[in-house]
């Protein structure tokens, strides 16, 4: 969409580190996420039952990385 609009912006290295630096503070965030979640309700740290948990958080985590990476690169 934004090569339809004459715009090609560059994904500068900065660009690239800010996003990497933005992931890893959610992937932190959801750690203690899932921690919070295995001491509130210890009965659920059993692999399955967490799992679903920890596949949300992480489909949570890259789509967000993605949605921060798609507006970083239109700005």
Known sequence: MAEAKGINPEI??????????MAAEVK???????AEVVEKAPF????????PIILFYTVYTM??????????VVL
């Open 12 to 21: 500068t290295p900065e660009v690239t580190e800010e996003v990497k630096e």
């Open 28 to 34: 932190e965030e959801v750690k203690q996420a899932t």
């Open 44 to 51: 659920l740290a059993s692999w399955e039952k967490i799992r």
């Open 63 to 72: 789509a967000v990385a993605l949605l921060l990476a798609l507006h970083l």
